[in-house]
Nanobody, 121 residues
């Protein structure tokens, strides 16, 4: 069974940047499309961004223009570059793997353990 591992979370101030990393180990995770979700306290988990191995990317409206999802095909690693962070971006961020249509519109089959991002002045 494969595993997804997130890293890069932390505490930052509004306007700062962070880069989250998602590494996958084992089949089939290293062959699936990848995405990011987030869950703030008291809220449901929500879609943030997704990317196919062909390079097509998808974003939630709330992060368009501020967040960029990137991938390193050679290493099987996916990143979420978050710029101009806002307090409302505070959440636990989860990496997910599945077909991109399922990531964007459904519930992915595979999840990481999450990494906390806190944006506060």
């Amino acid at each position: 069974q494969g595993q997804l591992t997130e890293s890069g979370g932390g505490v930052v101030q509004p306007g700062d940047s962070l880069r989250l990393t998602c590494e996958a180990s084992g089949r089939p995770l290293d062959t699936y499309d990848r995405g990011w979700f987030r869950q703030a306290p008291g809220n449901e988990r929500e879609f943030v961004a997704a990317i196919t191995w062909g390079g097509d990317s998808y974003y939630a409206d709330s992060v368009k223009g501020r967040f960029t999802i990137l991938k390193d095909n050679r290493k099987g690693t996916v990143f979420l570059q978050m710029n101009n962070l806002k307090p409302e971006d505070t959440a636990v961020y989860y990496c997910a793997a599945d077909f991109v249509s399922t990531i964007v519109d459904g519930v992915p089959s595979y999840w990481g353990q999450g990494t906390q991002v806190t944006v506060s002045s």
